[in-house]
């Protein structure tokens, strides 16, 4: 999947399997009151993983829907899956996880032929992994070589040289850097247009801007889908004990607005943002979805339309 610069913002959105009702009803009215959105932006992709993956991390899934109608909504409406398998301590022997093999095997081949059983198809649209592990990476590679790769931000990037190192890794299409980068314009202009194209910023990070214990983080939910018996991690925050809120993010001088893909990113040339939410309520991703995507002026019939629908279970 190649991403050309332009000026639009593709989005990259919290919860594939997590919010699929969510999206069941969003996506439709994107497509057809497409005047009450922005039309400098669209859906890249979305991301996310069902409950009980061994090769997940970031976040612990919890995402029910099946898989087959997972593909098939994204298809319609011409949107890459991505499965977040960013576990950061895999090993040789969890390679054969059949799970998430037949996840894999099944968003390589697409929608149409989920759907019909066909054993061979071609699919509009391409798929993708979020990936941590290398090991996982190269396995990816070798068995999957139609699924596109990204590097999770749970590597951590903090650092230019590394974050650079990493873009010019030719196995990965897109590269989301920690979210400590996003404001470094003096070395981020400099990138060539190639690198710049596969950038994917992560806009909407609630932690602590000073926080040391990301990686730590990360690694003790990579613990968990791995099945160890592990305690919560600990944030020692002074925030963490209220959750993620998006007023709090907003005010980080990390936050990517509106305004700044506008004036600032999209001119620059770097056309994709990622917004986290995976392991908040579908009330909050809307919220998202109507500040990042959502004309003001219609923000409010866009959620009533989510809000009304009698099969959508929010919060």
Same mark, same amino acid.
Not at 24 to 44: A, Q, T
């Given at each position: 999947?190649?991403?050309?610069?332009?000026?639009?913002?593709?989005?990259?959105?919290?919860?594939?399997?997590?919010?699929?009702?969510?999206?069941?009803?969003?996506?439709?009215?994107?497509?057809?009151?497409?005047?009450?959105?922005?039309?400098?932006?669209?859906?890249? +992709?979305?991301?996310?993983?069902?409950?009980?993956?061994?090769?997940?991390?970031?976040?612990?899934?919890?995402?029910?829907?099946?898989?087959?109608?997972?593909?098939?909504?994204? +298809?319609?409406?011409?949107?890459?899956?991505?499965?977040?398998?960013?576990?950061?301590? *895999?090993?040789?022997?969890?390679?054969?996880?059949?799970?998430?093999?037949?996840?894999?095997?099944?968003?390589?081949?697409?929608?149409?032929?989920?759907?019909?059983?066909?054993?061979?198809?071609?699919?509009?649209?391409?798929?993708?992994?979020?990936?941590?592990?290398?090991?996982?990476?190269?396995?990816?590679?070798?068995?999957?070589?139609?699924?596109? *790769?990204?590097?999770?931000?749970?590597?951590?990037?903090?650092?230019?040289?590394?974050?650079?190192?990493?873009?010019?890794?030719?196995?990965?299409?897109?590269?989301?850097?920690?979210?400590?980068?996003?404001?470094?314009?003096?070395?981020?202009?400099?990138?060539?247009?190639?690198?710049?194209?596969?950038?994917?910023?992560?806009?909407?990070?609630?932690?602590?801007?000073?926080?040391?214990?990301?990686?730590?983080?990360?690694?003790?939910?990579?613990?968990?889908?791995?099945?160890?018996?592990?305690?919560?991690?600990?944030?020692?925050?002074?925030?963490?004990?209220?959750?993620?809120?998006?007023?709090?993010?907003?005010?980080?001088?990390?936050?990517?607005?509106?305004?700044?893909?506008?004036?600032?990113?999209?001119?620059?040339?770097?056309?994709?943002?990622?917004?986290?939410?995976?392991?908040?309520?579908?009330?909050?991703? *809307?919220?998202?979805?109507?500040?990042?995507?959502?004309?003001?002026?219609?923000?409010?019939?866009?959620?009533?339309?989510?809000?009304?629908?009698?099969?959508?279970? *929010?919060?």
């Amino acid at each position: 999947m190649k991403n050309q610069h332009n000026l639009t913002a593709h989005y990259h959105l919290p919860g594939l399997f997590e919010f699929y009702e969510l999206y069941n009803v969003f996506l439709p009215l994107f497509r057809k009151h497409r005047e009450m959105f922005y039309s400098w932006c669209d859906i890249g +992709s979305i991301y996310g993983a069902p409950a009980d993956c061994l090769w997940g991390g970031g976040r612990a899934g919890f995402g029910e829907a099946d898989a087959r109608d997972v593909l098939a909504l994204l +298809s319609e409406y011409g949107i890459s899956a991505r499965l977040t398998f960013s576990n950061s301590l *895999l090993k040789e022997e969890h390679l054969s996880d059949r799970k998430c093999n037949n996840l894999c095997a099944l968003f390589e081949k697409g929608a149409s032929c989920a759907q019909t059983g066909a054993s061979s198809c071609a699919s509009t649209v391409q798929n993708g992994v979020i990936v941590h592990s290398d090991l996982l990476a190269d396995y990816l590679a070798e068995k999957y070589p139609n699924l596109y *790769l990204v590097s999770s931000t749970t590597k951590v990037l903090t650092n230019l040289e590394d974050f650079q190192a990493e873009l010019n890794r030719n196995c990965f299409n897109y590269v989301v850097p920690d979210f400590r980068l996003n404001k470094a314009f003096d070395k981020l202009k400099l990138l060539p247009q190639p690198q710049k194209d596969k950038v994917e910023f992560l806009c909407n990070e609630c932690c602590d801007i000073g926080c040391t214990a990301r990686k730590a983080c990360y690694e003790n939910v990579s613990r968990k889908n791995l099945g160890e018996n592990v305690p919560d991690f600990a944030c020692s925050s002074k925030d963490a004990a209220g959750g993620y809120r998006f007023s709090r993010a907003m005010k980080s001088p990390a936050f990517i607005g509106i305004d700044s893909i506008k004036s600032v990113y999209l001119p620059m040339g770097f056309s994709n943002f990622k917004l986290e939410g995976r392991g908040l309520g579908s009330a909050v991703v *809307l919220e998202f979805l109507l500040y990042y995507m959502t004309k003001p002026e219609h923000q409010l019939e866009v959620r009533e339309a989510v809000y009304l629908d009698s099969m959508l279970d *929010l919060f």
